[in-house]
């Protein structure tokens, strides 16, 4: 209720039962729910990433509410089967990979080279660290439900990948006849293709090795000189 004061002011009635105040218990109540529902959901994909680790790869939902605690019929709520709660972990390592690796913000400012060297760097390392890489990239990566997942990420990649080398050609980086999308989809397939060798071979090669060899292989993909500014281990100067 709105009350109106002698000098004609609106004055809002806050007290305990009125109107205004029951809407703002009301909203308050829903704000409260919705942080319920989205804490139990980061929670079941929590423990889904966590049983599929332990299960290589083989995920139950009654196993998986149990774990987080909830009931199987709220699991099935938030994700909808078992194919939508797998979906969503690994949606949740991608969204985690691209604020790690390919969110340019907060980044330190370097020549593209480095920064770009850099970044290899970094996704092994990620990929090294995240003991759920190894089913993201082999077992998991088969499943029907993570196709689509995987598919948009893709699909991101290439095109951040392709606005990245355009950008790169327009400031004389890399020179004007290579073709950005197909280089950059060569070079996603060919860095994945090595990434799967590494994380499932018995031995992990050395990461920093790796990237080394990685980025002699975009440097050479992308024809860069010495002129481009690119340095290995920010030491010797690749020609």
Known sequence: ??????????????????????ELNSIQRQDQKMTAAIATRERLVRTAQEE????????EMQAVAKRAQVSVGLAYHHFGSKAGLIAA????????????????????????????????????AFHYNHPFAPLVIGALSRAPEVLDVERAFTNRQLAGGARMLEAAQRDGFVPDHIDPHLTIALMIGGIRQALIGALTSKRRP?????????WAFMAGA????????IEKNGRDKVA
């Not at 992308?222 to 500014?229: H, V």
Request: charged fraction near 30%; glycine fraction near 8%; proline fraction near 4%.
């Open 89 to 124: 972990v690994v949606e949740a390592f991608y969204s985690r990979l691209d604020g790690e690796v390919f969110n340019d913000a907060g980044q330190p400012s370097e020549d593209w080279a480095n920064r770009e060297r850099r970044r290899i760097a970094s996704y092994i």
């Open 1 to 22: 209720m709105i009350r109106r004061t002698t000098t004609g002011r609106a004055n809002f009635d806050l007290s305990p039962g009125s109107e205004i105040d029951t």
């Open 52 to 59: 599929l680790i332990r299960t290589h790869g083989h995920l």
């Open 206 to 214: 050395d990461p920093e090795k790796l990237t080394d060899e990685i």
């Open 222 to 229: 992308l024809c860069l000189t010495a002129g481009s500014g």
